[in-house]
């Protein structure tokens, strides 16, 4: 299929919602993708999720694509169709915030293993100056896995004291250990360099460039009505177009950790767009192929067996979205709500699974759902 050809229909998938994926469809064999659709059905009948969204793609075009089950149960019940927005949870991590991180390291602003304190100084508090930026990225920095919830707490600069204030329970380097804490401060340092809001600075540099018309932080009461609700807070109401994870939540919605809400056809947009850029085809994905290549190859510390790029998961306990048959060369990451893309940069082919499990009350485990479906998935595109 010609570059231009793949750009069109994935604009058209953005540009009229759940029935341009239709109109991007490569049309397959009827049939091909049912293992994937019984596995979502049967997840649904079980309670794992009120519904699920799931696009597949190879070669810049969307081979399969469908709405399953509910948007939501409570208050009351209400379809589910491929408009939905998702809160993201930590896709914003690799999605947002390791791009933006990227696109200063492209512009010379730091080197990889600088340390963070150069540039936060703050940051050298607590036995934190050799932390490096790289560290941050790869869940290196033995930092722990969260900010402290236990006692209340509200506001961004106290996130911030509390993240300068932070020990780490492990040498910087040492060990694997998936830390929130590393994207608040990855979060932190990109307003530092830009000497903007992380959600302004994200939104002008990657999100528009991108045409993610239906992706930000905050989205506007307006957007509510679309938008998946995740579960009750503390407080007995309905998180509906307000962040699920905690922290985001007490640091006003926007973390680099977590806080941006999608849809199917903007995440397609971005996944297509990376694949492309990544493979040396036309592409507005707003960093270098190279820098792509970096982000998404092996970057841990020397001899170390948990495998990350820089934001992506590659090979650890968490890359279960793989599934059995793509390689372990391919890439993704998760979203503690309920959302997963993976990504196979040498078949050029994804898949973007979007949820809300958590939904209304804190919901079920989707692993071995993201697992299974990932599997299929990669063995009905062996026979395409």
């Known amino acids: 299929m010609r570059h231009s050809g793949r750009r069109t229909i994935l604009r058209t998938m953005l540009a009229v919602g759940g029935a341009g994926l239709a109109a991007g469809c490569a049309s397959p064999p009827s049939g091909r993708f049912a293992a994937v659709d019984r596995l979502v059905d049967r997840a649904i009948a079980a309670g794992q999720t009120p519904g699920a969204v799931v696009v597949v793609a190879h070669r810049g075009m969307v081979v399969h694509h469908r709405a399953y089950g509910q948007r939501a149960l409570a208050p009351q019940a209400e379809p ?7 809160d993201m949870a930590s896709l914003t991590k690799p999605v947002l915030t390791s791009v933006a991180v990227m696109q200063f390291f492209e512009a010379g602003a730091f080197r990889l293993d600088d340390p963070v304190c150069r540039y936060l100084p703050a940051f050298a508090r607590a036995g934190k100056a050799a932390i490096t930026i790289r560290h941050l990225l790869t869940h290196y920095s033995g930092l722990p896995p969260d900010l402290d919830l236990s006692t209340p707490w509200q506001g961004k600069a106290e996130a911030v004291r509390r993240v300068m204030d932070t020990r780490p329970d492990h040498p910087a380097g040492e060990r694997f250990v998936y830390s929130d804490i590393n994207f608040i401060t990855l979060g932190l340092l990109v307003e530092h360099l830009s000497h903007q809001s992380l959600a302004q600075y994200e939104q002008t540099r990657i999100l528009s460039p991108l045409g993610m018309a239906h992706s930000r932080f905050l989205p ?3 957007w509510y009505p679309i938008i998946a609700p995740t579960q009750f807070d503390e407080h007995g109401a309905m998180l509906r177009g307000i962040v699920h994870d905690p922290t985001a939540r007490r640091m006003g919605g926007v973390a680099g950790h977590a806080g941006l809400f999608s849809d ?11 694949l492309d ?5 036309p592409s507005a994905f707003p960093l270098k192929p190279e820098t792509l290549v970096l982000m998404t190859t092996p970057q841990q510390p020397p001899g170390k067996d948990d495998l990350r790029g820089l934001g992506w998961d590659i090979r650890t306990h968490y890359s279960s979205p793989r599934g059995d048959v793509f390689p372990v060369g391919s890439f993704g990451h998760t979203g503690f709500t309920g959302t997963s893309l993976w990504m196979d940069p ?4 994804f898949v973007l699974i979007l949820t809300n499990r958590v939904h209304p009350s804190g919901g079920h485990s989707i692993v071995r759902l993201r697992h299974d479906v990932a599997t299929e998935a990669a063995r009905a595109l062996l026979a395409l």
């Not at 199917?264 to 990376?274: E, G, P, R, S, W």
Request: net charge negative.
């Open 346 to 349: 040498d078949g050029d082919s």
């Open 220 to 222: 506007p009461p307006a």
């Open 264 to 274: 199917a056809a903007d995440m397609t947009i971005y996944a297509q767009a990376l």
């Open 277 to 281: 850029r990544r493979g040396g085809r």
């Open 80 to 86: 589910l169709d491929e408009t939905t927005l998702y």
